[in-house]
């Protein structure tokens, strides 16, 4: 082959192989979707069963949703976040310890809610619960407030739960949480 001839072939076939790697190489968004592809999003694999939120006065500043919350997936799915829109526009999830004097007080759940895999982890009262602060309105018994959850993957899964009267969990909330260290008595 003369000398003409290679230098035609050499950038003929760069091109060759470039446009074959540009074909067969896929983008983040590409890849990231195939993963997904393969598995559900978390939020589709987690059912809430037995919902409902305590009756409140919009002057109580607070109440509380509960329920079961059921992971059908093969792996752990962590909520970490919630909110509910049409009645406050805070919302954080929390858990009740046993204070340094002993006493149960609840606080706020930084590492979220974990649903293990094939289980249950259930929110209620004077244990792991949705608190729903700074109330916009009251919430009488029968009425219906809409959750939506947030999971670790950023999926999401929307519920509605009815409101119901309830005495009991009587908890204080715990000193570092926020300026407040008031007793929310009733939540």
């Not at 962590?78 to 046993?98: G, K, N, P, T």
């Not at 729903?132 to 919430?139: E, N, V």
């Amino acid at each position: 082959m003369t000398l003409a001839a290679r230098s035609l072939l050499i950038p003929t076939a760069v091109s060759a192989a470039l446009i074959l790697s540009a074909c067969a190489s896929t983008s983040p968004a590409e890849e990231d979707a195939a993963v997904q592809e393969g598995s559900a999003a978390q939020a589709d694999l987690v059912s809430v069963s037995d919902p409902w939120v305590k009756a409140a006065a919009a002057d109580d500043g607070m109440t509380a949703a509960f329920g079961i919350l059921t992971n059908e997936g093969e792996a752990e799915a962590l909520i970490v976040a919630a909110s509910a829109d049409d009645v406050s526009d805070m919302v954080e999830l929390h858990e009740v310890v046993s204070g340094d004097d002993g006493n149960m007080v609840m606080r706020e759940k930084d590492s979220g809610f974990p649903v293990p895999a094939g289980s249950e982890h259930e929110l209620s009262p004077g244990a792991d619960h949705i608190m729903i602060m700074g109330l916009a309105q009251d919430l009488e018994p029968g009425a219906e407030v809409t959750v939506t959850l947030e999971f670790e993957d950023g999926s999401t899964h929307e519920f509605t739960a009815p409101v119901k009267d309830f005495e009991g969990a009587n908890e204080n909330y715990d000193g570092d949480h926020g300026d407040s260290d008031d007793d929310h008595e009733g939540h």
